[in-house]
């Protein structure tokens, strides 16, 4: 017989939300609850005790829940550990509208109505449509998705993507812009704002979320700058004398000075596109925020810069991670470094 108890997990790291304990036959496993209050738990733990002591024939058979309400219900499970502001939950809540948007369209309103055959089209969908990077983030998140409503709602069995897999990443050379061509980017730059909104990936390499939240409370008393990037990881950057300029040029800075529409993802590419147009710069590849850190990335290392260095300014989570990205780079080393012996 299942036996149920409720208690909080991760306390020491601030998460409040309370969590069900199923044992049976010496199995032990947790579900989150998605709920703050004691009093919500012990209903949770109420309603369980309830339960088991009914005929089997009594039991509800198979659980469902609306796909929308179980979406809803995860966020905010990602929000009491990571917080809803942060870039975590964000990236979270963004690569999960795929999935609602879809099953609305396809007519997957419940979990269960999620068979894996539903899976694998919503899969071929995403394969499809977006990069196979991008998609492969997606199709991660969904899966995380559904394990913890198989967990959390006690659907045994239910396994939409069990079988489904994504494409293979694609590796192709990351396009770079020079140190001459971007000083010309900046210089076609349509405001001061954005000239040093593309400074601040272009020359501490920044993610363009990490440049959105960028004020004068960003540089420390030692002349850092303080960032918050991926999983609300925090690191202590130095400020480059080129950067330094840059911030100098602007003037006196002012919190939430990039947190405006102009400055996040489509529109803010558009005036790139338009600057880079107007410099005469005639690069391949695409115009973009994201290309500003590549040639942060790939400047340092064409400047001989030791790769373990760049792989900590960068804030790779392992140097294996650089080495793949800009390997072409290095290659382009060879011959130089071959020749090196007289």
């Known amino acids: 017989m299942k036996r149920y108890s409720i208690l909080q997990r991760y306390?020491?790291?601030g998460n409040t939300t309370w969590y069900g304990r199923i044992s049976c036959n010496g199995i032990i496993r947790y579900v989150s609850l998605g709920v703050?209050?004691?009093?919500d738990a012990q209903e949770w733990l109420n309603r369980q005790n309830a339960l088991k002591f009914l005929p089997e024939s009594m039991q509800e058979e198979k659980k469902d829940v609306k796909l929308s309400d179980a979406v809803n219900h995860f966020l905010d499970f990602v929000s009491s550990s990571h917080g809803t502001v942060s870039l975590t939950f964000k990236a979270y809540a963004t690569k999960m509208k795929n999935l609602t948007a879809w099953g609305e369209s396809h007519g997957v309103l419940t979990l269960r109505e999620l068979t894996r055959e539903k899976a694998s089209r919503f899969a071929l969908s995403i394969n499809s449509e977006y990069s196979?990077?991008?998609a492969r983030e997606i199709l991660r998140v969904s899966k995380q998705f559904c394990k913890w409503c198989s967990d959390?709602?006690?659907l045994d069995g239910w396994s939409p993507f069990l079988?489904?897999?994504?494409?293979k990443i694609e590796k192709r050379r990351k396009d770079f812009w020079t140190v001459e061509q971007i000083e010309r980017i900046l210089d076609a730059a349509p405001t001061p704002r954005f000239r040093l909104f593309w400074s601040l990936m272009a020359f501490a390499g920044l993610r363009q979320a990490e440049a959105c939240s960028f004020g004068p409370c960003s540089l420390t008393e030692d002349g850092k700058l303080h960032v918050v990037g991926k999983g609300n990881k925090e690191a202590f950057l130095p400020v480059s004398e080129r950067l330094r300029k840059e911030i100098e040029r602007y003037g006196e800075l002012h919190e939430g000075m990039f947190d405006e529409p102009q400055f996040k993802y489509s529109r803010s590419n558009a005036v790139i596109r338009d600057a880079v147009s107007s410099s005469g710069i005639a690069s391949s590849g695409e115009s973009?925020?994201?290309r500003f850190r590549h040639s942060f990335a790939s400047n340092l290392i064409r400047a001989g810069v030791n790769i373990k260095a760049v792989q900590q300014l960068m804030r790779h989570e392992k140097v294996q991670i650089t080495?793949?990205?800009y390997s072409h780079l290095l290659q382009d080393d060879l011959t130089e470094?071959?020749?090196a012996l007289k």
């Open 11 to 13: 306390k020491s790291r």
């Open 36 to 39: 703050t209050r004691k009093a």
């Open 132 to 134: 196979s990077k991008t």
């Open 152 to 154: 959390t709602y006690e």
């Open 163 to 167: 079988a489904v897999k994504a494409s």
């Open 288 to 290: 973009t925020n994201h």
């Open 323 to 325: 080495l793949d990205t």
């Open 337 to 339: 470094a071959a020749n």
